[in-house]
């Protein structure tokens, strides 16, 4: 059965640095669009970055755009999401996510039909 693992998540300063990694099990990773998602208390889950399965296509939500960059290491069916000048609104639980339906590629959180467990980010001002 296929899952997702992350990791890499904690507590940094404000203008600190975290890469999030998310590991998968199975054989068809890199056929899937990843994405990664975050859900702050209180607020609905929110589209971070999603990257097609060669790699080659990412697209990064605004607020994120130069600071966040999302990668991949099909051999290690790894999926990665630096996280760069964080800011204390970037606290978060993030998640990864696969598109194995092949929904295309979407910023929506239905469309992706695998999550992982969850990883917590605190960025202290």
């Known amino acids: 059965q296929v899952q997702l693992v992350e990791s890499g998540g904690g507590l940094v300063q404000a203008g600190g640095s975290l890469r999030l990694s998310c590991a998968a099990s199975g054989r068809a990773f890199s056929y899937y669009i990843m994405g990664w998602f975050r859900q702050a208390p209180g607020k609905e889950r929110e589209f971070v970055a999603f990257i097609s399965g060669s790699g080659g296509e990412t697209v990064h939500v605004d607020s994120v755009k130069g600071r966040f960059t999302i990668s991949r290491d099909n051999a290690k069916s790894t999926v990665y999401l630096q996280m760069n000048s964080l800011k204390p609104e970037d606290t978060a639980v993030y998640y990864c996510?696969?598109?194995?339906?092949?929904?295309?590629?979407?910023?929506?959180?239905?469309?992706?039909?695998?999550w992982g467990q969850g990883t917590q980010v605190t960025v202290s001002s």
């Open positions: 996510a696969a598109d194995r339906r092949f929904a295309g590629k979407s910023v929506y959180a239905k469309d992706y039909d695998l």
